[in-house]
């Protein structure tokens, strides 16, 4: 794990975890149906992470390092 994070407002929580992992088989295809728990969660390649819409910068300063 890279990071922890939690919030709390009036209106809502939030946590969010950043943490590095590797798939264990690399030729087993990635889930494409987001659910519940994975809402526009996706795997990324260094150069792909440009062209992410994303809500905070946090991806990119951790790409960088690992």
């Known amino acids: 794990m890279l990071s922890l994070q939690f919030s709390q407002k009036k209106s809502h929580n939030r946590l969010r975890v950043i943490f ?6 690399e030729s087993q295809k990635t ?5 519940y728990e994975s ?5 990324v390649r260094l150069e792909e992470l440009e062209g992410l819409r994303l809500r905070a910068d946090e991806p990119k300063i951790w790409f960088s390092y690992v």
């Open 39 to 43: 809402v526009r969660a996706c795997w």
């Open 20 to 25: 590095l992992a590797t798939p264990i088989d």
């Open 31 to 35: 889930k494409s149906v987001p659910d």
